[in-house]
């Protein structure tokens, strides 16, 4: 009896055993969350995640979609309706808290989006990339491809794109190195710093020959050079006075053993990682509950719209908003504000909203909600008087706090921030509404019209090794949505406010950071503290289109640059590069001038800029009914303005090919002028069936050919489309 008893046991025992781990075994669920989009998750069965679902916004399952997942042997293949293969993910890993997926990426596919990065690259296919929010940097885990796919890939912490199997460590060269004097933006104002660059060295030995990402990581938070040389040819090089921390490159390489050197910055600890380039792509993120994503069928219109669909919808830009935005650091007072803005009218100058930048607390502490009465004896009247000249103001609010202001002591004591930082820990329902009770009782009643938030990454990556919301999650958890949050909490204190009727207004907000789903709360993100170098320019428009593809539609950059030369004024190589900077920007979804330690005024440029710049301005407002019914479109059938080519010409390679090319709502192709001193510029027109005409001089051309067309220092080269119109 004893050893049947001993036996029964031994065998529930094991039962429960199996039981425990079939359910911590994970498998792979299927959810159709739209008619042409499906949710991927694999985890332990019953798994449930202690993060709150920050980014969808919609989770009933669809009855009846109209696309088919299948899985087999731990292999999700996805069909379209007519039965055609368009995804198909190889493998699903969870291993000690390691999500990783990989999927098939065929030669002939291209890749956009994963939101802005500074490495020059339109199709990512086959780049490394490390997705983590920085200054210049914003991280939107987000694809489309031209095989009729997009992929957001579902996780709040870092996530490696393509992460490279191999790394060497490069030793700095013995001696002292070059030393200069920059002058930099810090979360404490601008400061003088002193860099000191140094050469770091290392060989690598291939076995095979390829084509090889890198992905170069200087070991600091920021970065203020990229530079690396393979075998006595520079392969990056990049500088700015901040830059990620990483930058990413593919390079064609033979088999055997190359030699690698970067000139850096003292303090330096670079890696660079590196992986032959296959026909699979990868997503992986170290800190994961579960490998989760959502694949999305259709045209990239169709995608997009689903996407926006899941994670919210834009609201209305409101109209002024889409005229000229003219912003410098920074104004010192209301008198220059005022100043300022009677000038642009007495010089007949079209602009819609004026930006005070940071610094008008003064006196009261960083970010005290609060201006110095000094130099703004009446923030109201100042708001008042903007409006009777039918402008608008935009107010720069941090989301880092002085301790030692009235609202930051009272932060402190409540325990509201971020431990260790001066960053508001958004992740405490608490704090952030605390952080909207100061923000709506001592700034929005003064009248201003919209809300640049700024360095919401937030800066330094201050959340890594760090807990928040009183301790309950790790910084690593939750590294790259803290935006959202910031955003959320804003967005929704002003809705209230407009339904309760306390004060009218439609919410716009800029942002220097965002996250999927930041778009539902009236957010426009920029590029960032960037420099004003050609390189730089181009790099812009590569970024901003990464943004475009990754859902995200409001977006701009600082027009002429955010660092800028000391004899800005006067310096004709710089006025050419401002120009072009200004004249692409008449045709991105948001037309913005800024510059550090600038007036950047037209009439500081001189007679023939100014001429130019007011030709751009007058271009814009030509196409304000233009802009606002494609603005109409982005908020009301989930559309996007400032287009990839992949978005309407996913079917000629040629086109995917443009890196800087764009479509500025159905009907404009642009084509920025990237390079000094030219007269003519080289165009490809896309294919199509109409051909395309000059915008200006009415001339037809076909499509599906480089043309040719004269340029001046007036005008970028600009095609209407056959068959469409901007009146």
Request: charge should be neutral.
């Amino acid at each position: 009896m004893k050893k049947l008893f001993a036996t029964l046991t031994l065998a529930c025992l094991w039962s429960v055993i199996s039981m425990a781990q079939s359910a911590a075994k994970p498998v792979v669920t299927v959810k159709y969350v739209a008619k042409n989009a499906v949710r991927i998750q694999y985890a332990p069965r019953g798994a449930q995640s202690s993060l709150p679902d920050w980014v969808y916004v919609r989770h009933d399952e669809e009855p009846s979609p109209d696309i088919r997942a299948t899985v087999k042997g731990g292999v999700v293949t996805i069909r379209e309706k007519s039965g055609r293969v368009v995804f198909r993910a190889t493998s699903h890993q969870l291993q000690a808290g390691e999500a990783t997926l990989v999927f098939d990426s065929p030669t002939d596919e291209s890749l956009f989006g994963l939101g802005q990065f500074q490495d020059g690259y339109s199709n990512i296919r086959g780049l490394s990339r490390r997705l983590t929010q920085v200054n210049t940097q914003i991280s939107i885990p987000m694809l489309l491809s031209s095989k009729g796919y997009g992929i957001l890939w579902n996780n709040y912490g870092l996530t490696d794109f393509n992460p490279c199997d191999q790394s060497i460590r490069l030793e700095k060269r013995a001696g002292a190195g070059q030393r200069e004097e920059v002058n930099v933006t810090t979360t404490e104002g601008g400061k003088k710093e002193i860099r000191e660059r140094h050469i770091f060295q290392g060989t690598i030995t291939l076995k095979e020959s390829g084509d090889y990402a890198l992905l170069l990581d200087v070991g600091q938070k920021m970065a203020r050079r990229h530079n690396l040389v393979i075998d006595g040819q520079t392969v990056i090089e990049m500088q700015n006075l901040w830059l990620p921390p990483t930058t990413s490159k593919i390079v064609h390489l033979e088999k055997g053993t190359h030699t690698l050197s970067a000139e850096l910055t003292r303090d330096d600890q670079p890696v660079v990682y590196y992986r032959r380039v296959t026909n699979h792509t990868v997503f992986r993120s170290p800190v994961a509950d579960a490998v989760d994503y959502t694949v999305f069928v259709g045209s990239p219109d169709e995608i997009i719209s689903a996407y926006r669909t899941l994670t919210g919808p834009c609201p209305e830009m409101p109209s002024w908003a889409l005229g000229y935005i003219h912003c410098r650091e920074r104004f010192h007072s209301s008198d220059e504000i005022l100043e300022t803005a009677n000038r642009f009218r007495n010089e007949g100058l079209p602009v819609s909203m004026l930006v005070q930048d940071w610094q008008y607390w003064g006196k009261y502490g960083w970010n005290s909600m609060r201006f110095d009465e000094e130099f703004y004896p009446a923030p109201k009247a100042l708001t008042d008087s903007l409006h009777r000249m039918d402008m608008r103001l935009m107010l720069s609010v941090w989301s880092k706090i002085d301790k030692n202001s009235e609202v930051g002591r009272q932060m402190q004591a409540d325990g509201y921030y971020i431990p260790g930082t001066d960053w508001i820990d958004f992740f405490n329902p608490d704090a952030a509404a605390a952080y909207w009770k100061s923000f709506s009782e001592r700034l929005v009643p003064l009248g201003i019209d919209a809300w640049w938030q700024d360095a919401t990454e937030p800066e330094n990556d201050d959340l890594v090794g760090r807990r928040v919301n009183r301790g309950q999650w790790s910084g690593e958890q939750v590294r790259n949505v803290y935006p959202l949050l910031v955003c959320k909490t804003v967005y929704e204190g002003l809705q209230k406010l407009q339904t309760s009727n306390v004060k009218r207004q439609s919410p716009m907000i800029l942002t220097r950071c965002g996250f999927p789903g930041i778009q539902r709360y009236g957010a426009a993100l920029w590029s960032g503290d960037v420099g004003n170098d050609w390189e730089t320019f181009r790099r812009q428009l590569t970024a901003g289109l990464g943004m475009q593809a990754a859902g995200i539609p409001w977006w701009t950059y600082d027009a002429g640059g955010f660092f800028r030369p000391g004899d800005q004024y006067t310096n004709p190589d710089y006025i050419e590069r401002m120009l072009r900077w200004i004249e692409t920007a008449v045709y991105l979804p948001l037309m913005r001038v800024h510059g550090y330690m600038s007036n950047t005024e037209p009439w500081n440029y001189g007679p023939e800029a100014q001429a130019i710049i007011a030709d751009c301005l007058k271009e814009r407002y030509r196409l304000l009914p233009y802009i606002e019914r494609c603005a109409k479109a982005v908020s009301q059938q989930g559309s996007t303005l400032m287009r990839p080519l992949v978005f309407d010409f996913a079917d000629d390679p040629e086109a995917l090919q443009q890196k800087y090319e764009y479509m500025f709502g159905p009907a404009l192709l642009i084509s920025p002028v990237t390079e000094p001193g030219v007269t003519t510029w080289r165009t490809y027109l896309p294919r199509h069936a109409g051909g395309w005409y000059d915008y200006r001089t009415g001339q037809h051309y076909d499509g599906g050919q480089y043309v040719t067309t004269p340029v001046t220092r007036a005008h970028i080269p600009v095609f209407l489309r056959a068959g469409y119109e901007v009146k």
